[in-house]
């Protein structure tokens, strides 16, 4: 039993319960994780099964079956300096069924081929067996954009400089040594240059292993909806996933350093794991990929006895909560009580913040799916719950095509029997 697990460690691109896992950790320990870019790299690495190469999951001690363990984000840094993304285009013949999970050689007539890297730019990508082109996708409109040493700015480089990086990929990108993913930066798009953004990371993939092998990527009901009648050995039923998948690739910018997610355990030791982190994402991610980093996270882990959830909970920093679900002042709790005065009320009810992580095949499924999982936490009906998604809340997209996160202002006491409020009184300070 270890105080504090270092992973160096990724996976494959597939979560699989039947692997060994890193740790144990101890309850209330610490895992201190070196995480590479996610999505652009893999994609352009057919040997990987996934596409966010994300960290080999951790045994956390006392996490049983029907838990929930509570993952405090307590640092989160970029460590790249230069990275590459853009809209895609998955290239024909080039997979089998889901260009996210199988790539395919045509010229050697093999899944997952063995590749390497021939010079920069389109076509770089190559069979290491045939020498053919056999990139699984084309970046259709991308760019390269460096950060600052502060890591708060990037500007998207012109043509000159995103080869230059180009030609030291790996060490722009910072790829971490356990990857074996073939750098995006290779590509060099410089379709954008001289564009300004502000990075706030967060993490893409946070959460617990589902209870089926299942590709990184799709361990949620929006990709994971690829695996229904799939051809290929990860096919899934929608039932089969809805049982199975963790919904930890959320894709939500509010997952970031002093937030907490309380994820599902579904295996025996909970297996957490972490990738795919984000330098900036606006609400959606509506290109499909955004600026993907490689970072150094750590996050303390604590179990949940019992809370027996479906999905996970986000209590997201104060600031990004939206207007109608932060706590009320003192102020307003004064005004209220005026009101309630005037109209001869007594014990209006005290509230506090939850989010509830929702994932289906377009979003309105998963508005649906987060507003479901919220009653069944909250025991209240679906109907209480979209009133206070209304009035003391809001929906926010996490990516299209189907992840999407409801907050609300939940009732006190229904926190407090979930076993929830101690957590969240704490986290926001509340009285």
Same mark, same amino acid.
């Given at each position: 039993?270890?105080?504090?697990?270092?992973?160096?460690?990724?996976?494959?691109?597939?979560?699989?319960?039947?692997?060994?896992?890193?740790?144990?950790?101890?309850?209330?320990?610490?895992?201190?994780?070196?995480?590479?870019?996610?999505?652009?790299?893999?994609?352009?690495?057919?040997?990987?099964?996934?596409?966010?190469?994300?960290?080999?999951?951790?045994?956390?001690?006392?996490?049983?079956?029907?838990?929930?363990?509570?993952?405090?984000?307590?640092?989160?840094?970029?460590?790249?300096?230069?990275?590459?993304?853009?809209?895609?285009?998955?290239?024909?013949?080039?997979?089998?069924?889901?260009?996210?999970?199988?790539?395919?050689?045509?010229?050697?007539?093999?899944?997952?081929?063995?590749?390497?890297?021939?010079?920069?730019?389109?076509?770089?990508?190559?069979?290491?067996?045939?020498?053919?082109?056999?990139?699984?996708?084309?970046?259709?409109?991308? !760019?390269?954009?460096?950060?600052?040493?502060?890591?708060?700015?990037?500007?998207?480089?012109?043509?000159?400089?995103?080869? *230059?990086?180009?030609?030291?990929?790996?060490? !722009?990108?910072?790829?971490?040594?356990?990857?074996?993913?073939?750098?995006?930066?290779?590509?060099?798009?410089?379709?954008?240059?001289?564009?300004?953004?502000?990075?706030?990371?967060?993490?893409?993939? *946070?959460?617990?292993?589902?209870?089926?092998?299942?590709?990184?990527?799709?361990?949620?009901?929006?990709?994971?909806?690829?695996?229904?009648?799939?051809?290929?050995?990860?096919?899934?039923?929608?039932?089969?996933?809805?049982?199975?998948?963790? #919904?930890?690739?959320?894709?939500?910018?509010?997952?970031?350093?002093?937030?907490?997610?309380?994820?599902?355990?579904?295996?025996?030791?909970?297996?957490?794991? *972490?990738?795919?982190?984000?330098?900036?994402?606006? #609400?959606?991610?509506?290109?499909?990929?955004?600026?993907?980093?490689?970072?150094?996270?750590?996050?303390?882990?604590?179990?949940?006895?019992?809370?027996?959830? #479906?999905?996970?909970?986000?209590?997201?920093?104060?600031?990004?909560?939206?207007? *109608?679900?932060?706590?009320?002042?003192?102020?307003?709790?004064?005004?209220?009580?005026?009101?309630?005065?005037?109209?001869?009320?007594?014990?209006?009810?005290?509230?506090?913040?939850?989010?509830?992580?929702?994932?289906?095949?377009?979003?309105?499924?998963?508005?649906?799916?987060?507003?479901?999982?919220?009653?069944?936490?909250?025991?209240?009906?679906?109907?209480?719950?979209?009133?206070?998604?209304?009035?003391?809340?809001?929906?926010?997209?996490?990516?299209?095509?189907?992840?999407?996160?409801?907050?609300?202002?939940?009732?006190?006491?229904?926190?407090?029997?979930?076993?929830?409020?101690?957590?969240?009184?704490?986290?926001?300070?509340?009285?």
């Amino acid at each position: 039993m270890k105080r504090t697990v270092f992973v160096n460690e990724l996976t494959d691109g597939l979560l699989d319960p039947n692997k060994p896992m890193l740790g144990p950790v101890e309850d209330g320990g610490y895992i201190v994780a070196n995480s590479a870019p996610g999505c652009w790299g893999p994609m352009l690495t057919p040997e990987l099964k996934g596409r966010n190469e994300v960290t080999k999951p951790v045994f956390v001690e006392n996490a049983e079956v029907g838990d929930a363990i509570v993952i405090y984000i307590k640092s989160l840094d970029v460590t790249s300096q230069v990275i590459t993304s853009g809209t895609d285009n998955a290239n024909e013949g080039m997979f089998v069924g889901d260009p996210y999970v199988v790539s395919y050689c045509p010229t050697c007539k093999i899944a997952y081929p063995e590749s390497k890297i021939v010079g920069i730019g389109k076509g770089s990508v190559r069979c290491k067996k045939c020498g053919n082109d056999i990139a699984t996708f084309t970046m259709t409109h991308g !760019y390269s954009i460096a950060f600052n040493e502060e890591k708060d700015i990037g500007i998207t480089l012109n043509k000159e400089m995103s080869e *230059l990086v180009a030609k030291d990929a790996k060490k !722009y990108m910072a790829i971490p040594d356990a990857s074996i993913q073939n750098p995006a930066a290779i590509l060099a798009p410089s379709d954008l240059s001289g564009t300004i953004s502000r990075l706030r990371p967060f993490l893409g993939q *946070l959460g617990t292993t589902p209870s089926a092998v299942i590709p990184d990527t799709h361990n949620s009901g929006d990709f994971g909806s690829f695996l229904y009648g799939a051809p290929h050995e990860f096919s899934m039923t929608e039932e089969e996933l809805k049982k199975h998948k963790t #919904d930890a690739h959320m894709d939500n910018s509010r997952v970031r350093e002093g937030a907490i997610v309380i994820a599902p355990v579904k295996v025996k030791g909970g297996g957490v794991f *972490l990738g795919d982190v984000h330098a900036m994402q606006g #609400d959606g991610e509506i290109a499909g990929h955004t600026c993907d980093v490689a970072a150094i996270t750590t996050l303390r882990v604590k179990v949940l006895k019992g809370l027996n959830i #479906d999905g996970p909970i986000l209590l997201p920093l104060e600031e990004d909560l939206p207007h *109608l679900a932060k706590p009320f002042t003192e102020l307003e709790l004064r005004k209220a009580e005026r009101l309630a005065k005037y109209w001869n009320m007594t014990n209006l009810e005290k509230t506090a913040p939850i989010a509830f992580v929702g994932t289906g095949s377009n979003i309105n499924l998963a508005i649906d799916n987060a507003l479901e999982r919220g009653a069944t936490v909250l025991d209240i009906s679906l109907e209480e719950m979209k009133n206070r998604a209304t009035i003391a809340g809001s929906v926010e997209i996490g990516r299209a095509p189907g992840s999407a996160l409801v907050t609300i202002l939940a009732p006190v006491e229904k926190l407090k029997k979930a076993g929830l409020y101690e957590i969240i009184k704490d986290h926001y300070n509340l009285k």
